[in-house]
């Protein structure tokens, strides 16, 4: 049952590379251990690798197969499989993969421990290797609000000296890369119900000083999990050196919010190439806190 596990987890890997284009398993980790760390982690993966295959496959390969596969030996296969899909968050494709080879193989006569044993398997090497990609990933940050998290590549400096963590408008992070590039996260409070709106909230950030006059502006194609339409508008200036730099600034007004989000690369022209695709990485992961705006627990 063990190699089972383990050879199923080496099979998902090149299919997620194929998919995604990236080694991502840091869903699937967070799905099994949520957000812990410390003596918490420790006990997290020994309830993941251990307690919960044996309470799981009890259940759903053991009491509810059996009573199921008394008349319907593959229907208990499929509703024991879909059933332990939906207890993992959802419509969890190599989740419900799982279930369908672990029913199966108790369809086939293995026993309990069986799957058991192929369940910690599978959870163990999904840690594993979990774990070694996110160390070596991107930095998670939060904000000192709480409302706002967000990952960014490893490779980026913090510049905490150019945060201003208090006041209307302030800089939650400021980050510089290698090459000189330049990336920055604005809260900006007192957005009114007209400026959340649609590109008007730009217009307000540039009356108040926040952005310059800006004319072209647009809907963003990267989508932010519970916002409003996000907007966002690239400009170009020349620098004392004349060197020409690149700015692409994207605006957010969560729903209920009246705060502004606002989030800005700046680069030279010449090394806008990877700094624009750590810059779509890094939007790609943000996620608001709304709950926490309104004083309620995250």
């Known amino acids: 049952g063990a190699a089972l596990g383990a050879a199923m987890f080496l099979g998902f890997l090149p299919v997620g590379l194929f998919l995604r284009g990236k080694l991502s398993v840091d869903g699937i980790v967070k799905v099994l251990l949520g957000n812990v760390d410390g003596a918490g982690l420790v006990l997290a993966i020994g309830v993941v690798v251990v307690g919960a295959p044996v309470v799981e496959e009890i259940f759903f390969r053991g009491m509810l197969y059996e009573k199921i596969a008394r008349k319907f030996p593959v229907l208990a296969v499929a509703v024991t499989s879909i059933l332990f899909m939906l207890v993992h968050g959802g419509i969890i494709l190599p989740i419900l993969v799982l279930g369908i080879a672990f029913g199966v193989r108790r369809l086939k006569g293995e026993s309990v421990w069986y799957t058991i044993g192929a369940h910690a398997a599978w959870n163990a090497s999904v840690i594993i290797v979990g774990l070694v990609v996110m160390s070596g990933g991107p ?57 959340a709106s649609g590109r008007a909230m730009l217009k307000w950030a540039a009356k108040v000083g926040v952005l310059p006059e800006v004319s072209d502006i647009r809907k963003s194609a990267i989508p932010f999990d519970d916002a409003a339409t996000a907007y966002e508008m690239d400009s170009a200036a020349v620098s004392s050196l004349a060197t020409s730099v690149h700015a692409r600034m994207v605006a957010v007004v969560p729903p209920n919010s009246t705060t502004l989000y606002l989030f800005e690369l700046d680069c030279m022209n010449i090394s806008c190439g990877t700094a624009r695709k750590d810059f779509e990485q890094m939007l790609y992961s943000v996620v608001f806190n709304p709950a926490v705006a309104a004083g309620g627990a995250p």
């Open 139 to 195: 930095v998670h940050f939060v904000s000192d609000s709480g409302t706002l998290e967000l990952r960014y590549a490893k490779d980026w400096t913090r510049v905490e000296d150019l945060e201003t963590p208090t006041g209307p408008a302030r800089v939650t992070l400021a980050l510089q890369g290698s090459d000189g590039s330049g990336m920055m996260v604005m809260e900006v409070d007192g957005i009114t119900a007209g400026a």
